[in-house]
């Protein structure tokens, strides 16, 4: 496997854009990722698309990478559309990953796109079954916010009642969108305003869900030989592992399998350990998700991550930050896109572009990414370490 | 909490059954044709117990499809025999309300207009009422 790095990342913003279809908002991130990349679409030899619900609530349902990429040029090259749910655009990193790594191609664009908000919630929310068994589940109203309700109750019973902490996660997530112009919600909130906003399902609050919306993110790969001609700063790829759930009969939901052996997979091909890692980007559905993900994928004992989270370990100066760009919370989560928004944040992290909220002194990034619930687990799951 | 559905139509033709592997003996809901554990296509179709506990259910307030009147409630039941399933979880008789851990029963297997079951289960008669 050569190495490969990431020498261009690009974003639209998150958030409702009525005026924007797909392909403005594929265009609108793959103009910013080739800004100061040295390389043109011209240049590019393959391309892997994320999207998750074109099918479902959006106008453009097939050829969603062929029409994005060719607002900026870019058609008569291998280009393939990546669908897992909510993981799709980090399965298109590590598929452009793979294809350069292997020696076939030199430079890729794995990119990720959502049109979330075609349809209204009404319907937005009847194609949510589809994001679980919708035979078994999605049938009978399992939603995602169910779904971490389920989870938040059973973490409490286990741990201890936390609700104050999740409210915590929230507050601390906000303060970091607010300084990323990218982000869908930038306004600072209170924990009190958490508790206030809408109980949705106990004891998950309006504040505490992300919410499926509009957006496009875009990176540019290339193999080594390549990335040394044309930057001084690439970010290296050291490690893309992609993992399925396992769907144990005695499920817990206090835990997930796939987020276990990716963040394994994903450390063992890097050759480091928890401890290397700098600061990371989690798969913050919801407030409580960050808890169980920062938890499975090791850097914090089981029950222990709220309390971090109180004492400050996870803010952009704290020991282990997390979510520095807002995460899904404050970002907005536009399903296929927020694997590639995620590996953009730690693309901008590790070169010193990432502006009022960069880090100081940090020099290897994880993204973690997960797609689809059923039976008790989580689906799919991917973890991309990156470094300088 | 717990009125749930609306639009459908009760079934009182249907078994609450599973299959069971000629081989490897492991039960799974719903029926299958094949064994996703041994791959051997010998599956006895088994009645599965109406009976079990909430493992763990949610009550959604906002957002639901459609056709569930919110606030509705669902999760999983572990049946008597250990296996898990998802269902809608509704009121039963006086009003009694289900939380983790209350026995409940399945009531009701409903199909909605494109042939999908929904399984309604209930608070069981014996359980006292918790809330």
Known sequence: MRKVAIVGAG?????????????ELGEEALFNAFKGASVTPKDVQIAYCGNSTGGAVGRQWTMIGQICLKEIGISGIP??????????????????????????YDIAIAMGVEKGTDKPPEERAKAGAGTFDADLEGVMGMAGIGWYSMVAQNYFKKYGNVRDRLSEIVVRSRKNGSLNEYAMRRDLVTPEEVMNSPLEAEPIHRMDCTTLTDGAAAVILASEDVARKITDTPVWIAASALR?????PDFTFTSFTSTISA?????????MSRKDIDFAEVH?????????????????ERGKYPDAVHEGVTDRDGVFPVNPSGGLLSRGHPYGATGVAQAAEIFWQLRGEAGKRQLNSVEVGLSHTTGGLMLGDSSSCVVNIFHR | MAKSHALKTQLHDIEF????????????FPRKRVCPRCLTDDMKEVKLPKEGKVFS????????PDDFIIPYTNGYVELTNGLRVFGLIEEGIHGKIAKAGTSVSLSEIRKNEIGQLLYIFRPSNKE????
């Open chain 1, 11 to 23: 974003m639209s913003h998150f958030g409702w854009q009525p005026e924007k279809g797909i392909k």
């Open chain 1, 79 to 104: 280009i393939t559309n990546v669908e897992n749910a909510c993981c799709s655009g980090s399965c298109a990193i590590r598929e452009a990953w793979i294809a350069i790594g292997s020696g076939i």
């Open chain 1, 244 to 248: 399925t759930g396992t769907y144990p």
């Open chain 1, 263 to 271: 963040s394994n997979e994903a450390f063992k091909q890097a050759k």
């Open chain 1, 284 to 300: 913050d559905c919801f407030s409580i998700a960050e808890v169980i993900r920062c938890e499975d994928l090791g850097f914090f």
């Open chain 2, 17 to 28: 059954t599973g299959s069971q592997c000629a081989k490897c003996k492991c039960i799974v």
């Open chain 2, 57 to 64: 259910l949610a009550t959604l307030h906002h957002g639901s």
């Open chain 2, 128 to 131: 006292v009422a918790t809330e």
